[in-house]
Protein backbone atom coordinates (compact mmCIF):
# COMPACT_ATOMS: atom_id res chain seq x y z
CA UNK A 1 0.00 0.00 0.00
CA UNK A 2 0.92 3.31 -0.63
CA UNK A 3 2.43 5.46 2.28
CA UNK A 4 3.70 9.07 2.69
CA UNK A 5 7.18 9.08 4.61
CA UNK A 6 7.66 10.45 7.25
CA UNK A 7 11.11 11.95 8.09
CA UNK A 8 12.33 12.58 12.22
CA UNK A 9 14.77 15.81 12.66
CA UNK A 10 15.68 15.64 16.06
CA UNK A 11 12.68 16.70 18.57
CA UNK A 12 11.00 16.45 15.31
CA UNK A 13 8.81 15.01 12.52
CA UNK A 14 8.45 16.24 8.99
CA UNK A 15 5.93 14.91 6.45
CA UNK A 16 5.92 16.22 2.65
CA UNK A 17 2.37 15.49 1.04
CA UNK A 18 3.72 15.75 -2.52
CA UNK A 19 0.37 14.75 -4.33
CA UNK A 20 -3.32 15.55 -3.83
CA UNK A 21 -4.02 12.79 -1.57
CA UNK A 22 -6.94 10.20 -1.94
CA UNK A 23 -8.92 9.82 1.12
CA UNK A 24 -7.46 6.68 1.93
CA UNK A 25 -3.92 7.83 1.68
CA UNK A 26 -4.54 10.89 3.84
CA UNK A 27 -6.22 8.34 6.94
CA UNK A 28 -3.46 6.32 6.62
CA UNK A 29 -0.96 9.28 7.34
CA UNK A 30 -3.25 10.34 10.07
CA UNK A 31 -3.33 7.53 11.93
CA UNK A 32 0.74 6.94 11.24
CA UNK A 33 2.02 10.09 11.83
CA UNK A 34 0.17 9.79 15.34
CA UNK A 35 1.63 6.50 15.77
CA UNK A 36 5.61 8.24 15.27
CA UNK A 37 4.23 11.14 17.28
CA UNK A 38 3.87 8.48 20.28
CA UNK A 39 6.72 6.31 19.25
CA UNK A 40 9.42 8.57 19.11
CA UNK A 41 8.14 11.03 21.76
CA UNK A 42 8.66 13.93 19.00
CA UNK A 43 7.95 17.57 20.05
CA UNK A 44 6.76 18.90 17.01
CA UNK A 45 5.07 17.99 13.55
CA UNK A 46 5.69 19.78 10.53
CA UNK A 47 3.32 19.26 7.53
CA UNK A 48 4.79 20.67 4.10
CA UNK A 49 1.87 21.10 1.82
CA UNK A 50 3.16 23.69 -0.42
CA UNK A 51 2.59 20.81 -3.43
CA UNK A 52 -1.14 20.73 -2.31
CA UNK A 53 -3.48 22.99 -4.81
CA UNK A 54 -6.60 22.10 -3.30
CA UNK A 55 -7.64 21.81 1.29
CA UNK A 56 -11.14 20.87 0.91
CA UNK A 57 -13.02 20.06 4.55
CA UNK A 58 -12.05 16.51 4.39
CA UNK A 59 -8.18 17.26 4.10
CA UNK A 60 -8.59 20.47 6.35
CA UNK A 61 -10.43 17.88 9.49
CA UNK A 62 -7.24 15.42 8.70
CA UNK A 63 -4.80 18.10 9.93
CA UNK A 64 -6.85 19.06 12.66
CA UNK A 65 -7.33 15.54 13.85
CA UNK A 66 -3.29 15.08 13.33
CA UNK A 67 -2.77 18.83 15.46
CA UNK A 68 -5.24 17.63 18.23
CA UNK A 69 -4.12 13.97 18.76
CA UNK A 70 -0.44 15.48 18.79
CA UNK A 71 -1.16 18.22 21.47
CA UNK A 72 -2.18 15.50 23.64
CA UNK A 73 1.18 13.77 23.39
CA UNK A 74 2.78 17.11 23.81
CA UNK A 75 3.50 17.70 20.37
CA UNK A 76 3.10 21.19 18.50
CA UNK A 77 1.44 21.26 14.92
CA UNK A 78 3.05 23.43 12.30
CA UNK A 79 1.62 23.41 8.60
CA UNK A 80 3.96 25.18 6.03
CA UNK A 81 3.73 26.78 2.60
CA UNK A 82 0.07 26.88 2.06
CA UNK A 83 -0.47 28.43 -1.00
CA UNK A 84 -2.10 31.48 -0.82
CA UNK A 85 -5.27 30.62 -2.90
CA UNK A 86 -5.80 27.92 -0.45
CA UNK A 87 -5.45 30.01 2.50
CA UNK A 88 -7.75 32.47 1.00
CA UNK A 89 -10.18 29.60 0.39
CA UNK A 90 -10.45 27.91 3.43
CA UNK A 91 -11.12 30.99 5.46
CA UNK A 92 -14.64 31.91 2.90
CA UNK A 93 -15.24 28.02 3.55
CA UNK A 94 -15.12 28.16 7.20
CA UNK A 95 -12.86 26.43 7.82
CA UNK A 96 -10.15 26.98 10.59
CA UNK A 97 -7.44 25.01 11.43
CA UNK A 98 -7.82 25.19 15.31
CA UNK A 99 -4.58 24.46 17.24
CA UNK A 100 -2.46 24.38 13.75
CA UNK A 101 0.57 27.37 13.46
CA UNK A 102 1.49 28.00 9.95
CA UNK A 103 4.69 29.18 8.59
CA UNK A 104 6.02 30.10 5.13
CA UNK A 105 8.27 27.35 4.40
CA UNK A 106 10.10 24.28 6.57
CA UNK A 107 12.84 26.34 7.54
CA UNK A 108 11.07 28.75 9.07
CA UNK A 109 8.57 26.25 10.86
CA UNK A 110 11.29 24.67 12.31
CA UNK A 111 12.18 27.79 13.95
CA UNK A 112 8.41 28.49 14.65
CA UNK A 113 8.47 24.91 16.40
CA UNK A 114 11.70 25.38 18.14
CA UNK A 115 10.26 28.60 19.95
CA UNK A 116 7.42 26.97 21.08
CA UNK A 117 9.08 23.86 22.87
CA UNK A 118 11.56 23.65 25.17
CA UNK A 119 14.25 21.62 24.60
CA UNK A 120 15.92 20.28 28.07
CA UNK A 121 19.38 20.60 25.93
CA UNK A 122 18.66 24.58 25.09
CA UNK A 123 17.25 24.82 28.73
CA UNK A 124 20.88 23.91 29.84
CA UNK A 125 22.57 26.18 27.34
CA UNK A 126 20.70 29.24 28.67
CA UNK A 127 21.52 28.61 32.37
CA UNK A 128 25.15 28.87 31.84
CA UNK B 1 -28.72 34.73 -21.86
CA UNK B 2 -26.21 32.07 -20.96
CA UNK B 3 -25.02 29.91 -23.97
CA UNK B 4 -23.40 26.93 -23.51
CA UNK B 5 -20.30 26.34 -25.18
CA UNK B 6 -19.25 22.47 -24.09
CA UNK B 7 -20.56 20.34 -22.15
CA UNK B 8 -19.39 16.94 -20.18
CA UNK B 9 -20.96 14.40 -17.81
CA UNK B 10 -19.49 12.41 -15.05
CA UNK B 11 -20.58 9.65 -13.56
CA UNK B 12 -19.53 9.60 -9.33
CA UNK B 13 -19.38 6.22 -7.71
CA UNK B 14 -16.58 5.88 -5.40
CA UNK B 15 -13.91 7.37 -3.30
CA UNK B 16 -11.21 8.09 -6.11
CA UNK B 17 -13.74 9.90 -8.09
CA UNK B 18 -12.95 12.64 -5.77
CA UNK B 19 -9.45 13.36 -7.19
CA UNK B 20 -10.04 12.58 -10.40
CA UNK B 21 -12.97 14.85 -10.83
CA UNK B 22 -11.26 17.65 -9.47
CA UNK B 23 -8.73 17.25 -11.82
CA UNK B 24 -11.51 17.20 -14.49
CA UNK B 25 -12.70 20.38 -13.29
CA UNK B 26 -9.28 22.39 -13.36
CA UNK B 27 -8.60 21.43 -16.92
CA UNK B 28 -11.74 23.26 -17.60
CA UNK B 29 -10.97 26.34 -15.76
CA UNK B 30 -7.67 26.42 -16.97
CA UNK B 31 -9.06 26.24 -20.62
CA UNK B 32 -11.20 29.51 -20.15
CA UNK B 33 -8.41 30.93 -18.46
CA UNK B 34 -9.53 31.06 -15.02
CA UNK B 35 -7.12 32.89 -12.38
CA UNK B 36 -5.61 30.81 -9.59
CA UNK B 37 -7.60 31.96 -6.59
CA UNK B 38 -10.89 31.47 -8.25
CA UNK B 39 -10.04 28.12 -9.74
CA UNK B 40 -9.46 26.91 -5.95
CA UNK B 41 -12.22 28.21 -4.40
CA UNK B 42 -14.63 26.50 -7.51
CA UNK B 43 -12.54 23.21 -7.32
CA UNK B 44 -13.15 23.47 -3.27
CA UNK B 45 -16.46 24.09 -3.58
CA UNK B 46 -17.03 21.39 -6.31
CA UNK B 47 -14.72 18.98 -3.69
CA UNK B 48 -17.85 19.24 -1.31
CA UNK B 49 -20.15 18.68 -3.02
CA UNK B 50 -19.47 15.60 -4.77
CA UNK B 51 -18.62 14.18 -1.39
CA UNK B 52 -22.20 15.11 0.17
CA UNK B 53 -22.92 12.70 -3.28
CA UNK B 54 -20.79 9.82 -2.07
CA UNK B 55 -21.55 10.49 1.79
CA UNK B 56 -25.50 10.62 1.38
CA UNK B 57 -26.55 9.11 -2.12
CA UNK B 58 -23.75 6.97 -2.52
CA UNK B 59 -23.77 7.61 -6.58
CA UNK B 60 -24.37 10.33 -8.88
CA UNK B 61 -23.64 12.55 -11.81
CA UNK B 62 -21.86 15.91 -12.37
CA UNK B 63 -22.18 17.96 -15.47
CA UNK B 64 -19.52 20.11 -16.26
CA UNK B 65 -20.48 22.85 -18.72
CA UNK B 66 -18.27 26.16 -19.72
CA UNK B 67 -20.94 28.63 -20.61
CA UNK B 68 -20.80 32.10 -21.84
CA UNK B 69 -23.08 35.29 -21.12
CA UNK B 70 -21.70 36.98 -23.94
CA UNK B 71 -19.70 39.33 -21.69
CA UNK B 72 -17.26 36.67 -19.81
CA UNK B 73 -17.01 32.89 -19.88
CA UNK B 74 -17.87 30.85 -17.01
CA UNK B 75 -18.00 27.13 -15.26
CA UNK B 76 -21.42 25.54 -14.49
CA UNK B 77 -21.43 22.28 -12.64
CA UNK B 78 -24.38 20.24 -11.94
CA UNK B 79 -24.21 17.57 -9.02
CA UNK B 80 -27.33 15.40 -9.20
CA UNK B 81 -27.87 12.32 -7.33
CA UNK B 82 -31.04 9.91 -6.73
CA UNK B 83 -30.38 9.51 -3.10
CA UNK B 84 -32.73 10.05 -0.01
CA UNK B 85 -32.94 13.80 -0.58
CA UNK B 86 -32.85 17.14 2.38
CA UNK B 87 -36.14 17.49 4.37
CA UNK B 88 -35.52 20.58 5.12
CA UNK B 89 -33.10 22.68 2.85
CA UNK B 90 -32.56 25.92 4.31
CA UNK B 91 -31.72 24.21 7.88
CA UNK B 92 -28.48 21.91 6.07
CA UNK B 93 -27.47 25.33 4.27
CA UNK B 94 -26.63 26.84 7.55
CA UNK B 95 -23.34 26.24 8.98
CA UNK B 96 -22.49 23.44 10.72
CA UNK B 97 -25.91 22.27 10.26
CA UNK B 98 -25.01 18.15 10.00
CA UNK B 99 -26.69 14.48 9.90
CA UNK B 100 -23.23 12.97 9.40
CA UNK B 101 -21.57 13.87 12.56
CA UNK B 102 -19.18 16.12 10.88
CA UNK B 103 -18.66 19.94 10.55
CA UNK B 104 -21.48 20.91 8.21
CA UNK B 105 -19.37 23.41 6.22
CA UNK B 106 -19.96 21.74 2.66
CA UNK B 107 -23.41 23.27 1.56
CA UNK B 108 -22.66 27.02 3.07
CA UNK B 109 -19.30 27.24 2.30
CA UNK B 110 -19.61 25.86 -1.23
CA UNK B 111 -22.33 28.69 -1.33
CA UNK B 112 -19.64 31.39 -0.21
CA UNK B 113 -17.36 29.89 -3.08
CA UNK B 114 -18.95 30.24 -6.06
CA UNK B 115 -21.19 33.47 -8.01
CA UNK B 116 -23.74 31.12 -7.88
CA UNK B 117 -25.46 28.49 -6.20
CA UNK B 118 -28.88 26.47 -6.08
CA UNK B 119 -30.49 23.45 -4.45
CA UNK B 120 -33.54 21.25 -5.09
CA UNK B 121 -34.20 18.62 -3.97
CA UNK B 122 -36.82 16.49 -2.97
CA UNK B 123 -37.32 13.13 0.09
CA UNK B 124 -36.98 10.25 -1.74
CA UNK B 125 -36.36 11.47 -5.11
CA UNK B 126 -33.16 12.82 -4.91
CA UNK B 127 -30.91 16.22 -4.62
CA UNK B 128 -29.78 18.87 -7.41
CA UNK B 129 -27.11 21.51 -6.90
CA UNK B 130 -26.18 23.69 -8.99
CA UNK B 131 -23.26 26.44 -8.67
CA UNK B 132 -21.63 28.84 -10.86
CA UNK B 133 -18.12 30.95 -11.29
CA UNK B 134 -17.16 32.97 -14.02
CA UNK B 135 -14.03 33.49 -14.86
CA UNK B 136 -13.11 36.84 -13.17
CA UNK B 137 -15.95 36.23 -10.64
N1 LIG C 1 -26.61 15.03 -1.72
C1 LIG C 1 -27.23 14.96 -0.53
N2 LIG C 1 -28.20 14.06 -0.31
C2 LIG C 1 -28.82 14.00 0.90
N3 LIG C 1 -28.54 14.78 1.95
C3 LIG C 1 -27.57 15.71 1.78
C4 LIG C 1 -26.86 15.84 0.55
N4 LIG C 1 -25.96 16.84 0.70
C5 LIG C 1 -26.10 17.32 1.96
N5 LIG C 1 -27.07 16.63 2.62
C6 LIG C 1 -27.55 16.90 4.00
O1 LIG C 1 -27.22 18.23 4.35
C7 LIG C 1 -26.41 18.26 5.53
C8 LIG C 1 -25.42 19.39 5.44
O2 LIG C 1 -24.46 19.11 4.40
P1 LIG C 1 -23.02 19.77 4.46
O3 LIG C 1 -22.22 19.31 3.31
O4 LIG C 1 -23.21 21.24 4.65
O5 LIG C 1 -22.42 19.21 5.82
P2 LIG C 1 -21.87 17.74 6.16
O6 LIG C 1 -21.69 16.95 4.90
O7 LIG C 1 -22.77 17.15 7.18
O8 LIG C 1 -20.48 18.06 6.81
P3 LIG C 1 -19.10 18.48 6.04
O9 LIG C 1 -19.46 18.72 4.60
O10 LIG C 1 -18.65 19.72 6.72
O11 LIG C 1 -18.22 17.31 6.22
C9 LIG C 1 -25.80 16.87 5.60
O12 LIG C 1 -25.45 16.51 6.91
C10 LIG C 1 -26.90 15.99 5.04
O13 LIG C 1 -27.88 15.74 6.02
MG1 LIG D 1 -20.61 17.72 3.27
Request: charged content about 20%; proline content about 3%.
Amino acid sequence: MDKIPILRFGHFLLVTIQVDLYDRLALNLESDLIQMVSKTQARGVLIDISALSIVDSFMGRIIGNIAGMSKIMDAQTVVVGMQPAVAITLIELGLELKGVYTALNVEKGMSLLQSKISLPDEDLDNIE
Amino acid sequence: MIVVLNKESIPIDKEQDVVLFRNRVKEYTIKIGMGVVNQTKLITAASELVRNILKYAGKGTVLIEIISSGRQNGIRLVFSDKGPGISDVPLAMKDGFSTGKSLGLGLPGARRLVNEFDIKSTVGKGTTVTILKWKNG
